[in-house]
């Protein structure tokens, strides 16, 4: 009877603990938006609130739809949405688009980021390079401390874990991609979502906390009180 209520408990302890790593200053958090064909990079969007949107053009691609967001209440520090491209040019064209989420805070210690790249459209022949990073003296569009990469050279999707001691906050998380095209038109329509890993000491004391509550919930089922976890 114990290990069902303990087997009702664990996926609380699961979003609770997430939910605990991700406490954050929503309003605090600023979405910024950049691109670059080559140079410097340059803000195009975001710089205001935790929600920056672009539609718009750059170098020879007629179409750059970027939306991108920072939602910690759901234990995601950066979600690019999906970015969009389309090419009208017949020549080869590289294109780098940034999105950065600064004035990043937590309340329980995180460990590390969990990064999540997905490419869902890809024209035959063109490569996108997706990267994260974090830099713990909150800046914008900063490489300093490189979490995860992966390259996309097709449709496809993969997660990949990395440690980075930002502390409390607050702190930045980047997050690049590379568009490198074949000449002729096409499209790419790629996402990345960042969410934070909590320290192990937090896990402990959340498991620790629903054993608790489970060994409760089984002393007063014994005593013919019900106990139910929706």
Request: glycine share 14%; net charge negative.
């Amino acid at each position: 009877m114990f290990n069902k209520v303990l087997g009702r408990a664990m996926p609380l302890v699961f979003g609770a603990a997430l939910s605990l790593a991700a406490s954050t200053c929503a309003d605090a958090a600023i979405v910024t938006i950049g691109l670059s064909t080559g140079g410097p990079v340059a803000a195009v969007a975001g710089g205001t609130g935790a929600t920056a949107i672009f539609n718009g053009s750059a170098g020879g691609f007629s179409t750059v739809s970027v939306s991108a967001f920072t939602q910690p209440d759901t234990s995601e520090f950066l979600n690019t949405g999906t970015i969009d491209l389309q090419k009208s040019t017949s020549g080869s064209e590289t294109l780098q688009v940034w999105i950065t989420a600064q004035g990043l805070t937590s309340t329980a210690s995180i460990l590390g980021f969990l990064s999540g790249f997905t490419e869902n459209f890809l024209t035959p022949g063109w490569t996108v390079v997706e990267k994260t990073f974090a830099d713990a003296g909150d800046g914008l569009f900063t490489t300093t401390t490189p979490l995860s990469s992966k390259t996309f050279t097709g449709l496809g999707h993969t997660s990949a874990a990395a440690n980075a001691a930002v502390g409390p906050g607050p702190f930045s998380l980047t997050a690049e991609y590379i568009i490198t095209t074949t000449p002729g038109t096409g499209s790419a329509n790629a996402t990345i979502v960042v969410t934070g890993v909590p320290e192990a000491s937090t896990w402990a004391m959340m498991i620790l906390g629903f054993l608790g509550v489970g060994f409760l919930a089984y002393r007063k089922r014994s005593d013919g009180q019900q106990v139910r976890f929706a």
